[in-house]
């Protein structure tokens, strides 16, 4: 015989990809979601990105998406040097 599954809830949850932009500054990793205006840091890179999307998800909870979300194309993030 099977057990009933009366009280057991699914939950199906959407994946959505933002940019971020890790940078070191005074010793520090920043990392910086555009999108959503977010900014977190770490004392390494996985830190800082991994509290990014903590801070990412705190975001999302209190404000809900964006109405414009980033599109699926992939962002390219690059420097440029100019000289004068």
């Known amino acids: 015989m099977v057990a009933p599954t009366t009280g057991i809830r699914y939950y199906h949850f959407m994946r959505y990809r933002f940019s971020a932009l890790i940078t070191k ?3 520090w990793y920043v990392a ?3 999108e959503l205006n977010v ?3 770490g ?3 996985e830190e800082a990105r ?3 999307t903590e801070a990412m998800e705190l975001y999302l909870e209190t404000w809900g998406l964006p109405e414009q979300l ?3 194309t992939e962002s390219f993030w690059t420097t440029v040097e100019i000289s004068q």
């Open 25 to 27: 500054e005074n010793g």
């Open 32 to 34: 910086r979601c555009p």
């Open 39 to 41: 900014t977190s840091q």
């Open 43 to 45: 004392k390494n890179v």
């Open 50 to 52: 991994a509290n990014l």
């Open 70 to 72: 980033p599109s699926d």
